[in-house]
Structure formats: C-alpha cells, structure tokens
Antibody
Framework: EVQLLESGGGSVQPGGSLRLSCAVS????????VNWVRQAPERGLEWVSA????????YYADSVKGRFTISRDDSKNTLYLQMNSLRVEDTAVYYC???????????????WGHGTTVIVSS | QSVLTQPPSVSGAPGQRVTISCTGT?????????VHWYQQLPGRPPKLLIY???NRPSGVPDRFSGSKSGTSASLAISGLQADDEADYYC??????????FGGGTKLTVL
C-alpha cells in the first residue's frame, strides 16, 4: 500500500525553525516528484514547494521562498521541509503528496499523507 | 486571494446535478496546463477526484466529471448524494511551474 507519513510539526515562536519529514512506503520514492501543501485553519489549500527529479529541481511558493528548503533522501525514502524564519501566517497543517504519474510533474497529486500541524505563536 | 477563482459555495438537493467552476488566466489554465480536482471531507486530507481535466482515478464514480475550455475548467457532480458534501478544489500550474490551487468550494447537499 502506498503511504506517506508526515512528522515534525509542533509549536514554535515567530522567527524559529522546524524540520518536517515525510516518510514514504509502497512505491519507488526516487521515481516520483513530491510536493508539500499546507492548509491554514479554516482556510483553503496552498501549495508550498515541490521536488522534481531528473534533474533535481526545486520550486517554492513566493510566500516561503528564501525561508523554506525542500530536500529528499532517497536512501531513507524520506522528503523533508526545513522551515526557517517562521511567521504566524505559516501556521497550518502541512501535507506531503506524490504526483500521479512517474516523471510527469503536472499529473496531479494522487496520494497524500494525513498531515502534521505547525503552530507559530508567541 | 487565489489565482484560480472558484465560487465559495454551491448547493443542490439529492439527485440533482451541480457544477463548480474554476477560472484562471492565460498564464495558467489558458496556457495549456492541466486542471485537477480534489475532494476534501472534514478532517481528512484531499483526495484526487479528476486529473488532467477529465480523467477519473480508479474508484471515483462516474457521477463526477470534469471539463476544460480556454481559461476555465468545471467539475460536475450528478446524482448528488449526502456524502458528496465536502470542499472541492481545483489545481493547475503557472509558467513559473508553481502549482496553484483554487480557493475552494463548499458543497452543501440540501
């Protein structure tokens, strides 16, 4: 069964840092592009970042560019999101999700984790 | 404010048909990028409902259908059922290869 499991969320003060992890199983992790998507309380979905393979390329939403870094360790089947200089508006549930089709970045997100909650508050 | 515009809410009675629109621009949907649709039940992660404008993943009933024309896309749900009550999101891309989500539409089954 294809699974993605996020961890690393928690409460942090503004200006602080957190590293989220997304452990995957049930598919060849290195073959698929993967994304982070977040959802603030009572708000809609917001795309955060993507890691695209062949060659490795990363993309970021303007709202997190320069503060967040996406990376992956294929040997550990794990995706990461290093979040620095956190702001109150970064408070959200963070989901990782894989694309539907191998090697096709634009193919939609077919499997999502259950999310990890980040709260940024003083 | 989302780049892709959806109506905040739609409603329909059981058995009826509803449509949800997703309006973009020439920089995203109109540039030829595919549109995908997701269903999100309360407290749950999103579920891929329609991919590449009109295709249903395995297990999604054919009551759900998608279309795309120009700078817009639509999701249609026919034969409304109580458990269709959820939030629905469209998603596409822009020329910077950033993914974009619509603001979401809350479907109420009357």
């Amino acid at each position: 069964e294809v699974q993605l499991l996020e961890s690393g969320g928690g409460s942090v003060q503004p200006g602080g840092s957190l590293r989220l992890s997304c452990a995957v199983s049930g598919f060849t992790f290195s073959s698929y592009d993967v994304n982070w998507v977040r959802q603030a309380p009572e708000r809609g979905l917001e795309w955060v970042s993507a890691f695209r393979g062949g060659p490795d390329t990363t993309y970021y939403a303007d709202s997190v560019k320069g503060r967040f870094t996406i990376s992956r360790d294929d040997s550990k089947n794990t995706l990461y999101l290093q979040m620095n200089s956190l702001r109150v508006e970064d408070t959200a549930v963070y989901y990782c999700a894989k694309v539907l089709v191998i090697g096709f970045y634009y193919s939609g997100l077919d499997v999502w984790g259950h999310g990890t909650t980040v709260i940024v508050s003083s | 404010q989302s780049v892709l515009t959806q109506p905040p809410s739609v409603s329909g009675a059981p058995g009826q048909r509803v449509t949800i629109s997703c309006t973009g621009t020439s920089s995203n949907i109109g540039a030829g990028y595919d549109v995908h649709w997701y269903q999100q039940l309360p407290g749950r992660p999103p579920k891929l409902l329609i991919y590449a404008n009109r295709n249903r993943p395995s297990g999604v009933p054919d009551r759900f259908s998608g279309s795309k024309s120009g700078t817009s896309a639509s999701l249609a749900i026919s034969g409304l059922q109580a458990d269709d009550e959820a939030d629905y999101y469209c998603q596409s891309y822009d020329s910077s290869l950033s993914a974009l989500f619509g603001g979401g539409t809350k479907l109420t089954v009357l």
